[in-house]
């Protein structure tokens, strides 16, 4: 996986964790070593760890990702052992994933967590939006991820029974519970929660399975588009226009407000790409519900960053700044809504 920009606050000697990590992999490559053990930023949830695993004269670069103390409990989303579930049964659907090499056992002394490959490629949007080197990609690349998001949303997921089936009301209603349990009314939200209770879609005739979290930073790219899908960890059943909706939140523009999918892309580009992979055409009016309550979402998620922050539960600059944007997302739904309001 790329590496972004790396923190030393864990001293890494002082946890045992190489020497921890050599016993995990030895169960994949007998009498393997593990070099350059380092904690990597970038993770808002989870702890990311960037490796080298040295056997037979080969190097093997590697992630493990793990479960941070802080949010061990959390409630909404997978224990990362069924994320890497999920991960390997994602690849063997012919989804880009980067492979899952082991999954932590309570005996490794690791917590909760799983060791993948460290693939190459480039996940920062300012990167991908603004490098020449990306402009080819960039073209191709709305339509990549329809034909991707039309993959997972035909995985076969029996068996696959940790995860939550969700409906579009059922969405909305979980979503208020957690914005009121912030304590902080902000009107803009109350507006767009009755704008949604007020157009709810029908629930899906089938449920699929939902990545949860299709978006920049989730995106794995290189010159040639799409490398890898990450982070798994809010996946779930539900209806699959939600993928579609998220992805054209205008957080994940990064400025680039006329190219709603990504900052990069046309939402005909992705609806293409989907119907071509699937036969389907998305429903525009379904997937623009999705992208409003997306937004919303976004700013409650934010909401909680800042609780977080404000808590004392994670103090770290990112979860502060991110927690600061939920008054960015009260700007993006009054443009969204104001004209759908009679």
Known sequence: MAEPARESRTPVGETGMEEKLAGVVRRVFPDASVEGLTRLTGGANQQMWSL???ADGKRHPMVLRQTSDWN???TGTLALDDEARLVIRAGEGGVPVPGVHQILEPDDGLGIG???ARLEGETLPPKILR?????????RLAGQCGEVLAAIHRLDVSGLDFLPATTPEGVVDQLYREYQGHGEPRPVFELAFRWLKDHLPAAPEKLALVHGDFRHGN???DEGGLVSVLDWELACLGDPMADLGWMCVNSWRFGHIDLPVGGFGAREQLFDGYEAASGDRPDPDRVRFWEILGTLRWGVMC????????GGHDTSPERGAIGRRASET???LLRELVPLIP
Request: glycine share 4%.
């Open 303 to 310: 909401q909680g960053m800042a609780a977080s922050f404000v």
């Open 72 to 74: 061990r409990d959390a």
């Open 114 to 116: 799983y060791l993948m």
């Open 219 to 221: 995106l794995m790219v």
């Open 52 to 54: 080298d695993v040295v």
């Open 131 to 139: 490098d020449e080197r990306y402009a080819d990609a960039r073209s």
């Open 330 to 332: 009260e700007v993006d």
